[in-house]
């Protein structure tokens, strides 16, 4: 047992926080937000007895946990409560989960990004369970007379053997609510769990696969009305003006308008990126009506900044790579005199398009504004700085403000900017009725908040003996520097430079799924391949021997680099065993390992014969995430994440042409599909009880390098350019 | 605007609406059916897969003046009690992540079976390369198809 002190989210231990009565706080019940089974709905407690604001405890023994961070399809709906539950030790089957609202009284960090959710939560979600088991145990302690520590728990009862007393929880829940909310509380050990590490399928498996109304979209209320809007055709203009006259009589139109999203000088949240100030609404009674107005409605533009082409941001990435920064980013030893010494150098430049998100589910959001309150419920990754800009625009303070999450169909980054949320209730506010904004897929494609575009160009120096001397890295983005200067291999090599631009330009940009890994990585692991190569040396073993360096003699103040260098190695050696590297099976595979977002990924990749542009047959994954929470979701992620990155280097591009993105649907933009993605996928944890870290994230970035490095071995040549399809070789004449 | 007598999920629906709405937005917006979902509107990504007299089929681009006597199924109506094998099978290998193709899938995959019991690998890809999963849940929708086959 570890003892630990209450005090982080000790606010949300303060009972009767309004939430005893199960969502209702925000004045409507999203009955899909309540998980139950039928056995667990024909069994239903007459009374709840919250614990604290994580979860509440009813008469017969039900607990509902609330999970708190949105849900984008990373499973944290499953998996956070599991924590609650496993520290309360009740049994999963009476647990029924529910999705919290936004509630920054109880909860901290409701946001779903950077693969934190589990990370971060996992301290406050242990507390709450055990929290609660404590105040069980002593209101058993008191009825029975007993001490506490002598009453043991166990899949929700109460057992106290010396005396022969037991009872479920419900039976003490009433008394427990009494009890004084501990200064600190005993936690499992890790090691003694019998929840977290097991297998738990998606709370929301039965509604999902039957078609339940679960997502932003699904909503649907008495008098709501649809809304569109449009948008500027291209990056670079803005409003001018329209005759509407025509399409406000189409039927079913209720109104056409101009409106200003984001007033010039209103404060904006960074989650308001990507948010156009001015645009049209479009509000009618139904999507097919308000898509039909949409087409026929003629709105003027005009030029506001510059109309920029995918040529042009390709030129000025390229020029920028040839400039040298004015402070580079970390600099150790002198790479400039050790290329001089060098025996071989290896140089080589690498680019990716920028990308769009394309969630499932296009943006949406409902939106009920009246004078007296805003109600607002859909998918946001970012409910707590959607309800700021929220009071700032429309002039309430934030109590009358209620968000509620919809479960998310995709985030990939994409709905930590809100601006459709915002949107949402001005036009609601406007139309003085409830109304649920709709994007198109165009209309979600063509105003994204992308994927930067990035160069980057790399230099690496061999000694006679093939070791890694020198190591050089200048990087570019669209509003992104692209380059993370305390990442491997920087702390393995003497001699080592990194150097970023950005370059600034109007099409708006923003996190998408593993943020500048998921192009950094694929780079910098393809190029560590074409150094091993020159350096006559096993890929693999190539990088074991950088990370020898890194764990003996690091080269700069060990605490500068950005990563265990034993981890590290640990997945590339696990992954070595899994997939028997070295032994030959006649197939052409690749190796690569990256560690972003607390966690660290190795793989095997190994491609079908034949063809341009093989396809995948197997992947062999090594992961170090810690403690593995719900090892079937946590594989899911994995296994999605690296289809992620293999589908978007090898097929997808958005492209510019005079500020206008060139693809708007899934017609133009190719996403990967069944018969392209990879036959078999195997993934591996590596067991150290460490806490643990999230997996949304970590294995899309390195899966491109390992896919770039078995393309070279299967055809003879490197790829250089994403997407890959298009990477074809020069033709020889 | 015009009346249509539907044949959904085995019931008669009426409704009123423009001859030239997509049974997509027919089913969503006027009979509260949501489980088929809007992912692309041009029959690219089978997020609205139903069946139309057992065909898989894209709401999307289905006009609704285009269906007449011909029954329709939807997600709501593939089982009673969610209990169809692809249904049981989506579970059992916990296929969804977000969970938004996942109705298009199983119906693109359930109307396979039914024609095809047994189909091979390369036979359950062609079949359900017209369904995007944005997640990339294919390896276990693979995976699932087979399971139900099995049973
Ligand atoms: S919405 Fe019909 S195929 Fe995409
Ligand atoms: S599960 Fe998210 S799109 Fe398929």
Redesign the interface.
Known sequence: MTLVKTKIGRRAFIRNTGLASGGLVIGFNWLASCKMTPEQVNNLPKEWFELNGFLKVGDNGLVTIMSPNPE????VKTSMPMIVAEELDVAWKDVIVEQAPLNTDIFTRQLAGGSQSIRQGWESLRMAGATARHMLKEAAAQAWGVPANEITTKDGMLTHEASGNSAGYGEMASAATNIEVPEEVELKDNGSFSIIGT?K??V???D????????G??V?KEGML?AMIVHPPAFGMKYKGMNADTVKTM?GIKDVFHFVVYPEGMEKQWSDGGGIPELVAIVGN????C??AKKALQVEWEQDSMAESTSYHEKALAELLEKPTEAPARQDGDVESAFKSAAKIVESTYSAPYLAH?????MNFFAHVTPEKAELLGPIQTPEFAEKTLAARLGMPLEKIDIMMT??????GRRLYGPFVIEAAVISQKMNAPIKLVY??EDDMTQGTYRPSYKVKYKAGLDESGNLIAWHVRGAGTNDDLIFENRFPAGAVDNYLAEKHSLTTNVTTGAWRAPRSNFIAGAEQAFMDEVAEAAGKDPLEFRLELFDRAINNPVGDPENNDYDPERYAGVLKLVKEKSNWGTDTGKARGVAAYYCHNSYVAQVLELEDGGDMPRVDKITCAVDCGIVINP??AK??I??????GI?HSTYSALSFENGRPEQS???TYR?????E?????EVHFVDNGIDPTGLGEPSLPPVIGALSNALYQATGRRFYKQPFINDKPPLVG | MASFTLNINGKQQEVDVDPSTPMLWVLRDHLNLVGTKYGCGIAQCGACTIHLDGTATRACMLTVSSVGNSEITTIEGLSEEGDHPVQKAWLEVDVPQCGYCQAGQIMTASALLEKNPNPTDEEIEMAMNGNICRCGTYTRIKKAVKLAAKS
């Open positions: 984008i399809g990373q499973n297998d399928r998606n929301d498996g039965k999902i696969v039957t078609g339940k109304p679960l997502f979209l699904d649907y649809t039927p139904s999507t097919w009506e898509m039909q394309n969630t499932m589910e296009p479960r998310m169909g995709g985030g990939f198109t897929r079937i979701a899911n992620q296994e999605g994440g690296m289809i992620d589908g649907n899934f017609d996403l990967i599909r069944h018969s993605s990879p036959k078999n996928i």
